[in-house]
């Protein structure tokens, strides 16, 4: 059965800083990746997602994450935090091949602070 | 992209009663999920909802608590039936386009 781990429930950054936010999951299949951004009081926004072809992903507000199959991995990560960074990130892979069945295993989550 | 909304966008009810949660897509999509996200907790999947068939539930959910509808290929709903204070959360729908997972805004219940 497929699981995800984010380390860290909570991460805090200075504005400006590298933000980088762990993810590791177990698949016995080629996974689909997923990364939500939760802001307060708001639904699951797409940040970025893998399925195949390139490992390192572009997503939306300037995040990225690179999947590395050896270590099982999918960090997000962004060169430089902004105060409107700061939201509730979620780590989620799929359950089942090309997301045939429309369920996502999500992580605990990760919130993230960024301090002026 | 699926532009999803639902209605509610919030309530706070009393023990015992039921909420019925409305879920509308913009596009006819074959399945519809629905998730809940406890205070605090991750996102858990409640159940898929078939067009014309009755709905799969996840293990820990079942249908007399969490009844649900899908009478055509844009639109269900999920009732939280005999509610208690542990079914507070945020109730989110959920369809699948693109190789993409697309989530509503959520339904944030609080119960009293």
């Known amino acids: 059965a497929q699981s995800v781990t984010q380390l860290g429930s909570h991460v805090s950054v200075s504005e400006g800083a590298l933000v980088l936010l762990r993810c590791n999951y177990s698949?016995?299949?080629?996974?689909?990746l997923f990364w939500y951004v939760q802001y307060p009081n708001q639904g699951l926004q797409l940040l970025l997602k893998y399925t195949t072809g390139a490992t390192l992903v572009k997503g939306i507000n300037g995040f990225e994450a690179e999947f590395k199959k050896s270590e099982t991995s999918f960090h997000l990560t962004k060169p430089s935090a902004h105060m409107s960074d700061a939201a509730e990130y979620f780590c989620a892979v799929s359950e089942g091949v090309r997301l045939n069945t429309g369920k996502l295993i999500f992580g605990q989550g990760t919130t993230l602070q960024v301090k002026p | 992209s699926a532009v999803i909304s639902q209605k509610p966008s919030r309530d706070i009810c009393q023990r015992g009663t039921s909420l019925t949660i409305q879920c509308q897509v913009d596009s006819q999509v074959t399945m519809m999920f629905w998730y809940r996200q406890q205070p605090g907790q991750s996102l858990t999947l409640i159940a898929t909802a078939n067009q014309g068939s009755e709905a799969t539930y996840e293990s820990g959910f079942v249908i007399d608590k969490f009844p649900i509808s899908r009478p055509n290929l844009t639109f269900s709903t999920l009732t939280v039936s005999n509610m208690s204070p542990e079914d507070s959360s945020i109730y989110l729908c959920?369809?699948?386009?693109?190789?993409?997972?697309?989530f509503g805004p959520g339904t944030r219940l609080l119960v009293l």
């Open positions: 698949s016995s299949v080629p996974p689909y």
């Open positions: 959920s369809v699948t386009g693109s190789g993409t997972q697309y």
